[in-house]
Protein backbone atom coordinates (compact mmCIF):
# COMPACT_ATOMS: atom_id res chain seq x y z
CA UNK A 1 0.00 0.00 0.00
CA UNK A 2 1.34 3.57 -1.06
CA UNK A 3 0.79 6.44 1.15
CA UNK A 4 1.38 9.86 0.21
CA UNK A 5 3.95 12.35 1.58
CA UNK A 6 1.61 13.56 4.45
CA UNK A 7 0.10 10.41 5.08
CA UNK A 8 3.92 9.08 5.75
CA UNK A 9 4.71 12.20 7.74
CA UNK A 10 1.21 11.08 10.18
CA UNK A 11 2.37 7.86 10.57
CA UNK A 12 5.99 8.53 11.72
CA UNK A 13 4.56 10.73 14.50
CA UNK A 14 2.54 8.19 15.38
CA UNK A 15 4.59 5.62 15.54
CA UNK A 16 7.07 7.68 17.84
CA UNK A 17 4.46 8.20 20.10
CA UNK A 18 3.81 4.23 20.71
CA UNK A 19 7.47 4.20 21.10
CA UNK A 20 7.70 6.61 23.94
CA UNK A 21 4.63 4.82 25.67
CA UNK A 22 6.41 1.52 25.23
CA UNK A 23 9.62 3.45 26.88
CA UNK A 24 6.98 4.21 29.53
CA UNK A 25 5.96 0.67 30.09
CA UNK A 26 9.04 -0.58 30.01
CA UNK A 27 10.60 2.08 32.63
CA UNK A 28 7.62 1.60 35.21
CA UNK A 29 8.12 -2.60 34.52
CA UNK A 30 11.87 -2.22 35.78
CA UNK A 31 11.11 0.62 38.12
CA UNK A 32 13.30 2.99 36.72
CA UNK A 33 10.10 5.30 36.42
CA UNK A 34 7.88 5.81 39.87
CA UNK A 35 4.63 6.53 40.15
CA UNK A 36 5.68 9.70 42.48
CA UNK A 37 7.41 10.50 38.73
CA UNK A 38 4.29 9.89 36.57
CA UNK A 39 2.16 11.30 38.58
CA UNK A 40 3.97 14.57 39.05
CA UNK A 41 4.13 14.94 35.44
CA UNK A 42 0.13 14.52 35.85
CA UNK A 43 0.11 17.35 38.17
CA UNK A 44 2.04 19.50 36.12
CA UNK A 45 0.02 18.96 33.10
CA UNK A 46 -3.66 19.42 35.00
CA UNK A 47 -2.44 21.75 37.88
CA UNK A 48 -5.75 23.43 37.89
CA UNK A 49 -4.14 26.20 34.63
CA UNK A 50 -6.43 26.38 31.78
CA UNK A 51 -3.73 26.65 29.49
CA UNK A 52 -2.25 23.49 30.68
CA UNK A 53 -5.88 21.91 30.09
CA UNK A 54 -5.96 23.61 26.54
CA UNK A 55 -2.26 22.80 25.75
CA UNK A 56 -3.32 18.73 27.04
CA UNK A 57 -6.70 18.92 25.08
CA UNK A 58 -5.24 20.16 21.53
CA UNK A 59 -2.43 17.51 21.68
CA UNK A 60 -5.10 14.78 22.25
CA UNK A 61 -7.35 16.52 19.49
CA UNK A 62 -4.26 16.81 16.79
CA UNK A 63 -3.42 12.82 18.09
CA UNK A 64 -7.18 11.97 17.41
CA UNK A 65 -7.33 13.74 13.65
CA UNK A 66 -3.82 11.99 13.08
CA UNK A 67 -5.60 8.62 13.66
CA UNK A 68 -8.78 8.81 11.61
CA UNK A 69 -6.47 10.50 9.23
CA UNK A 70 -4.07 7.44 8.48
CA UNK A 71 -7.75 4.89 8.64
CA UNK A 72 -9.21 7.23 5.42
CA UNK A 73 -5.52 7.05 4.01
CA UNK A 74 -5.84 2.90 4.29
CA UNK A 75 -9.19 2.33 3.26
CA UNK A 76 -8.31 4.54 -0.01
CA UNK A 77 -5.53 2.40 -0.61
CA UNK A 78 -7.87 -0.92 -0.75
CA UNK A 79 -10.96 0.58 -2.47
CA UNK A 80 -8.34 1.85 -5.10
CA UNK A 81 -7.22 -1.75 -5.58
CA UNK A 82 -10.30 -3.06 -6.73
CA UNK A 83 -10.00 -6.25 -9.17
CA UNK A 84 -9.60 -5.26 -12.75
CA UNK A 85 -13.30 -6.58 -14.72
CA UNK A 86 -12.29 -9.15 -17.16
CA UNK A 87 -12.58 -8.66 -20.70
CA UNK A 88 -15.43 -10.67 -22.51
CA UNK A 89 -15.08 -13.49 -24.53
CA UNK A 90 -17.96 -13.43 -26.59
CA UNK A 91 -20.19 -11.16 -28.77
CA UNK A 92 -24.45 -11.05 -28.27
CA UNK A 93 -25.75 -12.39 -31.75
CA UNK A 94 -29.61 -11.56 -30.18
CA UNK A 95 -31.54 -11.16 -27.21
CA UNK A 96 -35.30 -11.72 -26.98
CA UNK A 97 -37.60 -13.61 -25.13
CA UNK A 98 -36.46 -16.65 -25.42
CA UNK A 99 -32.88 -15.54 -24.39
CA UNK A 100 -29.53 -14.15 -25.96
CA UNK A 101 -27.35 -16.22 -28.66
CA UNK A 102 -23.69 -15.09 -28.04
CA UNK A 103 -21.05 -15.91 -30.45
CA UNK A 104 -17.23 -16.86 -28.79
CA UNK A 105 -14.13 -15.05 -29.91
CA UNK A 106 -12.59 -18.04 -31.16
CA UNK A 107 -15.29 -18.89 -32.95
CA UNK A 108 -15.00 -15.01 -35.02
CA UNK A 109 -11.08 -15.92 -34.83
CA UNK A 110 -11.52 -18.59 -36.85
CA UNK A 111 -14.02 -17.29 -39.22
CA UNK A 112 -10.98 -14.65 -39.46
CA UNK A 113 -8.69 -17.20 -40.21
CA UNK A 114 -10.57 -19.01 -42.10
CA UNK A 115 -11.75 -15.96 -44.97
CA UNK A 116 -8.00 -14.37 -44.87
CA UNK A 117 -6.38 -18.22 -45.51
CA UNK A 118 -8.79 -18.87 -48.30
CA UNK A 119 -7.24 -15.68 -50.49
CA UNK A 120 -4.94 -17.07 -52.82
CA UNK A 121 -2.63 -13.65 -52.24
CA UNK A 122 -2.21 -14.19 -47.90
CA UNK A 123 0.72 -16.50 -47.22
CA UNK A 124 0.42 -16.27 -43.35
CA UNK A 125 -2.22 -14.93 -41.12
CA UNK A 126 -2.45 -13.98 -37.41
CA UNK A 127 -5.69 -12.67 -35.84
CA UNK A 128 -6.97 -10.64 -32.93
CA UNK A 129 -10.87 -9.91 -32.11
CA UNK A 130 -11.78 -6.83 -29.24
CA UNK A 131 -14.86 -7.15 -27.95
CA UNK A 132 -16.01 -3.04 -28.53
CA UNK A 133 -19.70 -3.51 -27.11
CA UNK A 134 -22.01 -6.32 -26.61
CA UNK A 135 -22.56 -6.93 -30.01
CA UNK A 136 -19.58 -4.80 -32.02
CA UNK A 137 -16.12 -6.35 -32.32
CA UNK A 138 -13.03 -4.72 -33.61
CA UNK A 139 -10.66 -6.98 -35.97
CA UNK A 140 -6.84 -6.55 -36.51
CA UNK A 141 -5.12 -9.19 -38.92
CA UNK A 142 -1.54 -9.18 -39.21
CA UNK A 143 -0.57 -10.72 -42.40
CA UNK A 144 2.55 -12.30 -44.66
CA UNK A 145 1.17 -11.97 -48.67
CA UNK A 146 2.33 -12.90 -52.01
CA UNK A 147 5.01 -10.82 -54.36
CA UNK A 148 3.65 -8.68 -56.58
CA UNK A 149 0.58 -8.11 -54.72
CA UNK A 150 -0.74 -4.45 -54.66
CA UNK A 151 -1.17 -3.63 -51.61
CA UNK A 152 -3.68 -0.81 -51.12
CA UNK A 153 -5.91 -2.55 -53.40
CA UNK A 154 -5.61 -5.77 -51.43
CA UNK A 155 -6.20 -4.23 -48.16
CA UNK A 156 -9.05 -2.17 -48.61
CA UNK A 157 -10.89 -5.11 -50.36
CA UNK A 158 -10.05 -7.78 -47.67
CA UNK A 159 -11.23 -5.02 -45.45
CA UNK A 160 -14.17 -4.98 -46.94
CA UNK A 161 -15.23 -8.50 -47.39
CA UNK A 162 -14.01 -9.88 -43.88
CA UNK A 163 -16.55 -6.83 -42.39
CA UNK A 164 -19.19 -8.27 -44.82
CA UNK A 165 -17.98 -11.93 -44.17
CA UNK A 166 -18.48 -11.67 -39.95
CA UNK A 167 -21.28 -9.70 -40.03
CA UNK A 168 -23.17 -11.56 -42.13
CA UNK A 169 -22.31 -14.86 -40.65
CA UNK A 170 -22.19 -13.57 -37.08
CA UNK A 171 -24.61 -11.58 -36.66
CA UNK A 172 -22.38 -8.99 -34.98
CA UNK A 173 -21.18 -5.68 -36.07
CA UNK A 174 -17.73 -4.90 -36.91
CA UNK A 175 -16.80 -1.52 -36.04
CA UNK A 176 -13.12 -1.58 -38.04
CA UNK A 177 -10.91 -3.56 -39.50
CA UNK A 178 -7.24 -3.33 -39.19
CA UNK A 179 -5.10 -4.65 -41.34
CA UNK A 180 -1.22 -5.23 -40.93
CA UNK A 181 1.75 -6.24 -43.32
CA UNK A 182 4.05 -8.02 -41.60
CA UNK A 183 6.32 -8.65 -44.32
CA UNK A 184 5.97 -6.53 -47.44
CA UNK A 185 5.93 -8.32 -50.95
CA UNK A 186 9.48 -7.85 -53.09
CA UNK A 187 8.81 -7.07 -56.79
CA UNK A 188 10.45 -9.71 -58.81
CA UNK A 189 13.61 -8.70 -60.83
CA UNK A 190 12.84 -7.97 -64.38
CA UNK A 191 15.19 -10.44 -66.80
CA UNK A 192 18.68 -9.23 -68.29
CA UNK A 193 18.53 -9.30 -71.73
CA UNK A 194 22.39 -10.03 -72.83
Same mark, same amino acid.
Given at each position: ?????IDKLLLVLVL???? #? %???????? @?? *????????? +? =?????????????????????????????????????????????????? #? %???????? @?? *????????? +? =??????ANQKVKECES????????????GVKLVVANET?????????????????????????????????????????????
Open positions: MKFRWFIII #A %LAALSIGV @AM *SLITAESIV +M =VVEILTNGLIENRLILGGIGLVLLVFAFRLFIAMGKRKAAKATPQAKPTS #A %LIQAGDNG @AA *SVSLQAVDA +M =VQRHCRNIVVLETNAVAVVLPEFTNALQESLKTYIETYCGIVVRNVDVLIISAPQPQKPARVV
